[in-house]
């Protein structure tokens, strides 16, 4: 990943269609800013009707941040 200061992830989320023509959005380590990404189907979502292509690509790095945090602040209350 491309991190700036204060500027956060560059080029790491995406959104699109995938082989099976579904909208989605997701993550990669590098190389979003392309036409084509390989991802990691773990790091892929269907991308909301309501939600237009350009709205999905500012969600996926934020989401999973809140995910991730959820997770631990779970895991450190269940292990206290």
């Known amino acids: 990943m491309i991190f700036?200061?204060?500027m956060g992830c560059i080029g790491c989320e995406f959104s699109?269609?995938?082989k099976r023509q579904r909208r989605v959005m997701g993550l990669v380590e590098y190389g979003a800013l392309a036409?084509?990404?390989a991802a990691d189907p773990k790091l892929l979502w269907e991308?909301?009707?309501s939600w237009n292509l350009e709205q999905a690509a500012t969600v996926p790095l934020f989401y999973a941040t809140v995910r991730?945090?959820?997770l631990v602040g779970l895991s450190a209350e269940l292990n206290s």
């Open 68 to 70: 991730n945090m959820a």
């Open 35 to 37: 036409t084509l990404v």
């Open 4 to 6: 700036f200061q204060d």
């Open 47 to 49: 991308v909301p009707a």
């Open 16 to 18: 699109g269609y995938d």
